[in-house]
């Protein structure tokens, strides 16, 4: 991805193949993933997969490799070592939502329904003592 310098807005280079890697389950390499012989420029790292019961980057990460001067991640100043940029990411593990709907609600529904019923039973008996009355 190279840099528009006028707009400041980030141009992607068709001539860069995407490079997918899948980070292994168990084991010492869990979790681990490694872009090897990358050049200089401005590089997008997307998570497309989080774990189970975690969430994904809200935001893709944006990496600067400059090994003439500052590399950067997210437009932060990172260290380089043996020309190797380590990057821990922590993705939130999802919460639980509480169980809704339980049984208060036929509770309510079923009162709604007895209420309905006496208004209408009622009614009736009105209606009626009207029609007595009138014949």
């Known amino acids: 991805m190279k840099e528009e310098t ?31 012989d990358l050049e200089d420029g401005t590089y997008r790292l997307t998570e497309t997969k989080a774990a189970k019961n975690h969430s994904l980057l809200k935001d893709p990460v944006i990496i600067v ?19 190797t940029i380590s990057i821990t990411i922590s993705n939130q593990a999802r919460f639980n939502l509480p169980a809704t709907g339980g049984y208060g609600r036929y509770i309510v529904i079923l009162g709604g329904i007895a209420l ?20």
Not at 65 to 83: A, H, Q, T, W, Y
């Open 65 to 83: 490799i400059n090994r003439n001067g500052k590399s950067l991640i997210d437009n932060k100043e990172c260290e380089v070592v043996d020309n």
């Open 116 to 135: 309905a019923g006496v208004g209408l039973f009622m009614y009736r008996l009105q209606k009626r003592r009207k029609e007595g009355n009138i014949s």
């Open 6 to 36: 006028s707009t400041r807005k980030p141009v992607v280079d068709d001539s860069f193949a995407a490079r997918t890697v899948t980070t292994g389950d168990s084991g010492s390499l869990s979790g681990i993933a490694e872009f090897k």
